[in-house]
């Protein structure tokens, strides 16, 4: 999570914090907790502050995966995981992995990764992209598995993060490859 990102992006987008506040339905002052880092971003804050500052897919990934979330580009259409009640447990499924091998890779008991596959605990954002990752999930099916598609990203966007330099190297300010060797 990068907060020092997420602060420029609202205020690079012109927006208030009491907006943000409204469409989390929060406080400002706990919203202004979440920018500080010393209250956790959910997946559905995510969603919620993605659409409010309109936030483009590489401010996205560099905001909240700190520029560290590959996507495969394998246009998959075989699978199409918002038809499961339980799309995380698909994602592992077509991985070829089992609950105990999943459950170690997050450092959790099985019963405790179980319960995030059932949806009866929430999915933090860095359990989010390693499980990305390890299930190798290209752009859409990370949106099915675990926004329900309720991103405003498609698959042509992915099309951009090719340009960019590095996220490490210069976050979301950086300049297109293009323009810099040009």
Known sequence: MNLTELKVARIRHGVKA??????????VDSYMKREYGSVGITLSDMVALT?????????????????????????REDYDFRQYVYP????????????????QKLQL???AYRQRERGRVLVSPVECAILSKMYGLTLTEFNDVFFRSCLPFRKTDLL??????????????AEKRDEMCG
């Not at 309109?54 to 580009?73: M, V």
């Not at 447990?89 to 459950?103: H, L, P």
């Open 109 to 111: 008991p099985v019963s």
């Open 88 to 103: 995380l447990v698909e994602a592992r499924k077509r991985a070829g992995m089992t609950e105990e091998q999943a459950a």
């Open 18 to 27: 009491k907006a943000i506040a409204d469409a989390l339905g929060k406080t």
């Open 160 to 173: 951009d993060l090719t340009h960019i330099i590095p996220q490490k190297a210069g976050g979301i300010n």
């Open 51 to 75: 659409k409010v500052m309109d936030l483009s897919l590489s401010e996205f990934i560099t905001i909240f995966f700190s520029g560290d979330l590959p996507f495969l580009q394998d246009e």
